[in-house]
């Protein structure tokens, strides 16, 4: 049975950071791509960022430039750092396989809240 736990996250005032953690049980992530997901109030989950199996990134635009998706082998565990947190990236935020090709999503974790306020 795999299990992704997201932590990190918290209330940050506007210009602030945090980083993210996703870890794994069950399942070696970096078999697979990799993504984070957000979910703000009253809308549905978005794509926020993601890292291939070659390591390279992508990103939706509103957040290029300020975070940064990462990952650690060793520890299965796969990182959002995100800087300059603006008011509109408040949002409950979720990791997962990047499914957006068609690949099965794993089970998803309960996410962690950031809280961004002005």
């Known amino acids: 049975q795999v299990q992704l736990v997201e932590s990190g996250g918290g209330l940050v005032q506007a210009g602030g950071s945090l980083r993210l953690s996703c870890a794994a049980s069950g399942r070696t992530l970096s078999n697979y791509a990799m993504a984070w997901f957000r979910q703000a109030p009253g809308k549905g989950r978005a794509f926020v960022a993601v890292i291939f199996r070659s390591g390279s990134t992508d990103y939706t635009d509103s957040v290029k430039g300020r975070f940064t998706i990462s990952r650690d082998t060793a520890k299965n565990t796969v990182y959002l750092q995100m800087n300059s947190l603006k008011p509109e990236d408040t949002a409950v935020y979720f990791c997962?396989?990047?499914?957006?090709?068609?690949?099965?999503?794993?089970?998803w974790g309960q996410g962690t809240q950031v809280t961004v306020s002005s």
């Open positions: 997962n396989i990047d499914f957006r090709s068609g690949a099965t999503p794993l089970g």
